[in-house]
């Protein structure tokens, strides 16, 4: 079995203000799956479907996602579809730190794409563990990706972007 | 008589040799290749000598003047910055003295080291995708997949190691439908299931990923534990969906080295199964 070193980064970003939106654009096609690491800190106290991406700037209602969320108490599980995002459904505490992974599987391929999400916020005396599963209805290669949040991004936060190039 | 200047230079270092061998002290070593020693911060250095046994040799490095010592070729040199451009220089020495250094070594730059690495892909239209003759030189495996069935029934995936088919593995799950949350799980079974109601990408619009972590798999005195992070979105409908979080035990001191995921039915071509090394 051939080996090759890979979970390159591909580009980092940190906010040294604050902003509605982080974008990693221009993705190459040149790697078999991609991951987004980024570390937040909450700007106010919000619920809902807190943070949320886009592929390809498509707003269109072509996005779903299934959930599983843990608050401390007790675990539920939300699914939407016909979406005009993949969301992460979770609640924020203001000046709280929070942490978000998503795997894009085979990004650049020719089939719908699907998506592994990881939220993570402790808050001290609450906090929320979610994890997710979302899809993408385009058979396009996926060549930018955009988060947003409510509340907005603040100084400090910082995403990566990362290749994974299968052998 | 005219003499050149090549051959002055050649005079004037066999009359070196010939004072270092009279003061009993080694000869200056010829450099050889510099080469990269993978792990970020070291660089091995060769060299040729003339000179007997009982010497030892130190590699210099420039910049930083970072030393490294040996009896043979190659020096080790540790303690490098990786990116940076190193030469080397190496001299010999024994209780006479010390010769002076060589000329400089090729430019050689301590690559940043990896950690992560792709082993081997399995893909395409099939039931059983196996991963063989696993190296054990890593610390953790990850296999990371996309799967999509081509059947009009649910089925399954399960994963087995090293061919084993008896009861020796257990599993635990969390997961939600979209609607709810529940766990489960099971022990003495014949393999992982990974999946609530399977991993059930047998329906054909059913589009699942798969993240499984196995750590210190090449452990020759412990059992095998798993990690497993998988999800499923239906395409035409929000039913059927599955998030879910799941451990498994393979009960086995025995190092793994094959990995098979078989599934109930046939998969989709575009279904794929990557298998990566994590260094420890």
Redesign the interface.
């Known amino acids: 079995?051939?080996?090759?070193?890979?979970?390159e980064p591909i580009a980092t970003t940190t906010l040294g203000s604050a902003a509605a939106s982080i974008t990693f654009s221009s993705i190459s096609a040149a790697y078999?799956?991609l991951r987004v690491v980024l570390v937040g800190k909450c700007a106010g106290n919000a619920s809902g479907n807190t943070f949320e991406f886009n592929i390809n700037g498509d707003t269109g209602s072509n996005y779903?996602?299934?959930?599983?969320?843990?608050d401390g108490a007790s675990?539920?599980?939300?699914?939407?579809?016909s979406q005009t995002s993949i969301s992460i459904n979770t609640d924020k505490k203001l000046n709280s730190m929070y942490m978000v992974t998503v795997?894009a599987?085979?990004y650049a391929?020719s089939?719908?794409k699907?998506?592994?999400m990881?939220w993570s916020g402790d808050f001290n005396t609450e906090g929320n563990v979610v994890?997710?599963?979302?899809?993408y209805?385009s058979a396009s290669a996926v060549t930018s990706i955009a988060f947003a949040t409510i509340g907005n991004f603040v100084s400090g936060d910082t995403a990566t972007l990362y290749g994974?190039?299968?052998? | 008589m005219s003499i050149t200047r090549a051959k002055q230079s050649s005079l004037k270092t066999g009359v070196v040799k010939y004072d270092n061998l009279r003061a009993g002290l080694p000869f200056t070593p010829t450099i050889g290749t510099a080469t990269d020693g993978g792990t970020g911060s070291t660089v091995s250095v060769a060299f040729t000598t003339n000179n007997t046994a009982g010497l030892t040799y130190t590699a210099l490095s420039s910049p930083g003047s970072l030393t490294g010592t040996s009896t043979t070729s190659p020096i080790t040199v540790s303690g490098l910055t990786s990116g940076t451009a190193y030469t080397f220089q190496v001299n010999a020495a024994n209780s006479a003295g010390t010769s002076p250094y060589s000329a400089a070594s090729n430019s050689v730059t301590p690559a940043t080291p990896t950690s992560f690495e792709s082993i081997a892909t399995v893909s395409g239209s099939s039931t059983t995708y196996t991963f063989s003759s696993i190296p054990s030189t890593y610390k953790s495996l990850q296999i990371r997949g996309l799967s999509r069935g081509d059947a009009g029934a649910n089925g399954g995936m399960q994963l087995t190691v090293n061919s084993d088919t008896g009861a020796n593995y257990g599993y635990h799950r969390l997961y939600g439908n979209g609607v709810s949350a529940a766990s489960d799980g099971s022990s003495s079974t014949t393999n992982i299931d990974p999946g609530y109601s399977a991993l059930g990408t047998d329906l054909a619009d059913v589009y699942a990923v798969w993240i499984i972590d196995i750590h210190d798999y090449a452990s020759t005195t412990k059992n095998k534990t798993f990690r497993i992070f998988t999800g499923k979105n239906r395409n035409t409908t929000n039913s059927d969906n599955i998030i879910q979080l799941g451990s498994g035990l393979w009960r086995s001191t025995s190092a793994i080295t094959s990995i098979t995921i078989t599934a109930a039915t046939t998969q989709a071509s575009s279904t794929s199964f990557a298998l990566y090394g994590i260094k420890g």
């Open positions: 079995m051939a080996a090759g070193a890979t979970y078999t799956d779903s996602r299934t959930q599983l969320k843990g675990a539920t599980s939300a699914r939407t579809t795997d599987f085979s391929g089939t719908n699907t998506f592994l990881e994890r997710s599963v979302g899809l209805r994974i190039l299968k052998a």
